[in-house]
């Protein structure tokens, strides 16, 4: 504990970490090192978006917009999942946040309430258990393992009570790369509906999906409809990751709860960039499917380059990211040494996959041999990365 804070402050401190993907980003411009680690592309991003968002700053509003979002922004994210998932939506069921990760802290505060248990699958992104503590709530951890990351009914067992409330569902799973397939997500949705629970299903990845995957939004499951809260992102969707628009989207009645937390939260979203999103939504989806492709051929780049220098990687089939199997590769490290020796010994910035895996899962012990890599980068910023990666494994490997 640092000395001269109230020492009325210090839980809260102890309870709110620095993230892993600030502490890396850190660590990777002091050292000057290429940063695989958060997962942002290092492209521009779409030229006709950013000139709509810079036309409206010049020629739109810049007050304040609804709360709930620019109307046609709320039109264009109905339209968009209509036509692209089969998922039926009004406007009344879509709220529009600042980023994914408003999106579920409102999501949490409107639907967790002191002593409520929020079934989480691990490894987990690190804003939910944090949200789900600060909400009152307990988290309880369902621990996914590699190199296969597969949900299945055995794991849900006995891990529902009267006191559960809710699943916080991540497909494609950031860190894993696990986009899951219609048995697992038939078997989340049948684990809800038995339990009554509400899915906050954080869909983020739903565009950064490869090999021709359909993705499958846990809302369009038999009895989700009344009880999921579908979260996405136009960072990820069109790789503008700074601009942090998001969508809560639902039934009406459920999202109500979510756009008056997120009234003081952070109350609305600038409108330039909601303007640039609602035309970005109605592409065709030729253009979506060619920045899949794009970023498919990323991956594929760095699992084989990762290969050929005796790096184990799991399988990627969606998100920026893949993992590397350190054990399997021949290094007897921790994650967290492994990741700490490739940032300042070898100018590699990564993230530790135990960063993920919070706590105590039932009957597991911690995972800690797993790295993850983000691959949504130049191609020569690939290259070197991987030749750097080899040094490493050369020096570091047993
Ligand atoms: N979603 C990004 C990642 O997984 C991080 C976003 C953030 O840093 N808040 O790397």
């Known amino acids: 504990m640092r000395s001269g804070l109230p020492m009325r402050f210090h839980p809260v401190f102890q309870t709110m970490?620095?993230?892993?993907?600030?502490?890396?980003?850190?660590?990777?411009?002091?050292?000057?090192?290429?940063?695989?680690?958060?997962?942002?592309?290092d492209a521009p991003g779409p030229e006709d978006l950013r000139r709509l968002a810079a036309e409206a700053v010049i020629h739109g509003s810049n007050?304040?917009?609804?709360?709930?979002?620019?109307?046609?922004?709320?039109?264009?994210?109905?339209?968009?999942?209509?036509?692209?998932?089969?998922?039926g939506l009004t406007p009344e069921g879509v709220l529009i946040t600042s980023g994914a990760t408003e999106a579920i802290a409102a999501s949490v505060l409107a639907v967790v309430r002191p002593g409520d248990e929020v079934v989480v699958f691990e490894p987990v992104y690190d804003a939910y258990v944090p949200l789900i503590e600060r909400a009152g709530g307990i988290a309880i951890r369902v621990r996914l393992s590699p190199?296969?990351?597969?949900?299945?009914?055995?794991?849900?067992?006995?891990?529902?009570?009267?006191?559960?409330?809710?699943?916080?569902?991540?497909?494609?799973?950031?860190?894993?790369?696990?986009?899951?397939?219609?048995?697992?997500?038939?078997t989340v949705?049948?684990?809800?509906?038995?339990?009554?629970?509400?899915?906050?299903?954080?869909?983020?990845?739903?565009?950064?999906?490869?090999?021709?995957?359909?993705?499958?939004?846990?809302?369009?499951?038999?009895?989700?409809?009344?009880?999921t809260l579908k979260i996405g992102s136009a960072g990820k969707m069109f790789g503008l990751t700074g601009w942090k628009i998001g969508f809560v989207c639902g039934a009406a009645e459920i999202v109500d709860p979510v756009a008056k937390a997120h009234q003081f939260l952070t109350f609305a979203s600038a409108p330039n960039l909601q303007?640039?999103?609602?035309?970005?939504?109605?592409?065709?989806?030729?253009r979506f499917l060619a920045m899949?492709?794009?970023?498919?051929?990323?991956?594929?780049?760095?699992?084989?380059?990762?290969?050929?220098?005796?790096?184990?990687?799991?399988?990627s089939e969606g998100t920026y990211f893949l993992?590397?199997?350190?054990?399997?590769?021949?290094?007897?490290?921790?994650?967290?040494?492994?990741?700490?020796?490739?940032?300042?010994?070898?100018?590699?910035?990564?993230?530790?996959?135990?960063a993920f895996m919070t706590g105590e899962a039932r009957d597991t012990a911690p995972e800690t041999g797993v790295v993850r890599l983000c691959f949504a980068k130049a191609d020569a910023v690939l290259d070197e990365a991987i030749e750097k990666l080899g040094r490493a494994r050369a020096m570091l490997g047993g």
Do not use: K
């Open 275 to 286: 303007t640039a999103v609602a035309a970005g939504l109605a592409w065709p989806e030729d």
């Open 323 to 354: 993992c590397v199997d350190l054990r399997a590769s021949g290094v007897d490290l921790t994650d967290e040494d492994f990741c700490r020796r490739l940032v300042t010994d070898f100018g590699v910035a990564a993230i530790p996959v135990s």
């Open 292 to 315: 899949r492709a794009a970023m498919q051929a990323s991956r594929d780049r760095l699992t084989s380059g990762l290969a050929a220098q005796g790096y184990v990687t799991t399988a």
């Open 189 to 227: 949705a049948r684990f809800c509906v038995r339990h009554d629970l509400i899915a906050i299903s954080d869909e983020v990845w739903e565009h950064v999906i490869f090999d021709g995957r359909p993705h499958r939004s846990l809302l369009s499951e038999p009895g989700m409809g009344e009880r």
């Open 147 to 186: 190199p296969h990351w597969r949900i299945t009914e055995d794991l849900l067992t006995d891990v529902a009570g009267p006191d559960t409330r809710a699943v916080i569902f991540n497909n494609p799973l950031n860190p894993a790369g696990r986009a899951f397939d219609a048995d697992e997500v038939a």
């Open 17 to 41: 970490p620095t993230t892993i993907f600030e502490t890396m980003s850190g660590l990777a411009r002091t050292h000057g090192a290429l940063n695989l680690g958060q997962g942002f592309p």
């Open 63 to 87: 007050q304040y917009a609804p709360s709930r979002g620019l109307p046609e922004l709320r039109a264009a994210v109905v339209e968009h999942y209509g036509r692209m998932q089969g998922v």
